[in-house]
């Protein structure tokens, strides 16, 4: 063998060498990786074994110590508020309040508009006849105010009319400004538990926890989505929890709208998990984390089926174990009118609710509505969706709304 060779041999065994050692060093990471994932369910199992005391919790273990080494949740399918759960795109910045005030008031001027319109034109003739007021009525009716307040609006407008006698346009347009407002208002407390002076102290108990419902289609998980970038544009510290396990799709779109403004999403990747679970799961982080707000989205429900409405009642008693229910937010969609009323009743039976969010009242002329849930449940409108915008909600504001109503009528 000549010195050529010889050479080539020892090179060709170096390179050899360095190859296995890259590779073995490939294959070690790799596992470490898997470990790391394996390990993160494992810890969560733990926390979850030692905190469920009650029955309505065994499912929290069940969330994951049901699966092998190989089964385990990843720890990407219920990320902790931790972990960093945000894309390598920018953070977006969620729109100031008092900006998405006066951009949303226009909005629903244009919204309720057809409502204000229509009354104005019949109550400013000169002589109002009986199919005068039935009109009025009607359009009170159309508009979705609900039987009874319309019946009684038309009592109060007929009696300012005789009182006033002749009126020109402004002192009408005054009239039904005044009788819409003490209507809408009905001096109701509109502030979410959250915003509240008691819980902005920093001995507050966190987190103060919402929890969305209501059924199918409504707008929970976007308006827990924008929800979360209104806390966080006023620097308030979020968690979202995705109990709604029925639709796989329905957690990655709320790990969206968490990820476009840096919230963690507690979630689970297995269909058909129990929502209780993750709520509950959720609830024990948000604590942990010291989180001001932890917003809990809810699978959408027919109001009719009686187990799902159960359900709901023990999504709320599980994360009542560790922190207090604050609100619970029904989601409705104005443009579904009347229905919306038979769903708010069942849904406040069943788990008992704080506040309504009233939403796509930007595709809606029938912002009457909000009047009639308002007065046949007792239960304040706190927020309203104007459109499908990150930043379209905003807190409902009645003299804003009735103005709304009125706008260049
Ligand atoms: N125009 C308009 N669209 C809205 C508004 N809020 C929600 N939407 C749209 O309504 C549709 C349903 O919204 P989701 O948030 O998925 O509804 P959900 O209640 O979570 O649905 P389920 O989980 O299936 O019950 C989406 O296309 C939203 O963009 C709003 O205020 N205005």
Do not use: C
């Amino acid at each position: 063998m000549d010195t050529t060779s010889v050479i080539y041999i020892v090179i060709g065994l170096a390179i050899l060498l360095i190859a296995v050692v890259v590779a073995a060093l490939i294959i070690r990471r790799a596992g470490v990786r898997r470990r790391g994932a394996s390990a993160s369910g494992v810890s969560r199992e733990t926390e979850a074994g030692t905190q469920g005391t009650s029955p309505d919790v065994e499912h929290a273990v069940v969330l994951t110590a049901s699966q092998s080494e190989t089964e385990t949740v990843p720890a990407s399918s219920i990320p902790t508020a931790g972990q960093d759960t945000r894309p390598s795109s920018p953070l977006q910045a969620p729109e100031s309040s008092s900006s998405r005030l006066v951009r949303l008031r226009a909005r629903l001027s244009k919204s309720a508009n057809p409502l204000g319109k229509a009354l104005l034109t019949i109550l400013s003739k000169s002589h109002l006849t009986e199919g005068d007021w039935e009109d009025v009525e009607d359009t009170l009716l159309l508009a979705d105010v609900g039987a009874e307040t319309s019946a009684h609006l038309v009592e109060q407008l007929k009696s300012d009319v005789r009182v006033q006698g002749e009126a020109d346009h402004a002192a009408v347009r005054e009239m039904l400004r005044n009788r819409l407002l003490a209507i809408v208002d009905a001096g109701m407390d509109r502030t979410l538990f959250a915003e509240r002076a008691e819980m902005q102290r920093s001995d507050a108990p966190k987190p103060s926890v919402i929890i969305m419902v209501g059924v199918n289609g409504t707008g929970k998980t976007t308006t827990a989505g924008k929800l979360a970038r209104l806390f966080v544009a006023e620097g308030k510290s979020v968690m979202m929890a995705a109990a709604d396990t029925f639709r796989a799709a329905a957690a990655d779109q709320l790990e969206t709208w968490g990820n476009r403004v840096g919230v963690s999403v507690i979630r689970s990747d297995q269909d058909g998990a129990d929502p209780a679970s993750v709520a509950f799961e959720a609830a024990h982080e948000a604590q942990d984390k010291n989180v001001d707000v932890l917003v809990v989205d809810t699978a959408g429900r027919l109001q009719n089926k009686a187990n799902l409405m159960q359900e709901l009642g023990k999504i709320r008693r599980v994360v009542e174990k560790t922190a207090k229910v604050d609100e619970v937010l029904l989601v409705l969609d104005a443009t579904t009118g009347q229905n919306g009323m038979a769903q708010a009743k069942v849904f406040a039976e069943a788990i008992g609710i704080t506040g309504i969010v009233l939403t796509k009242l930007d595709g809606s002329a029938k912002g009457g509505i909000v009047i009639s849930v308002q007065q046949e449940l007792g239960v304040p409108v706190k927020l309203v969706g104007l459109g499908e915008g990150p930043d379209d909600l905003t807190v409902f504001d009645p003299p804003a709304f009735v103005e709304g109503i009125l706008a260049s009528s």
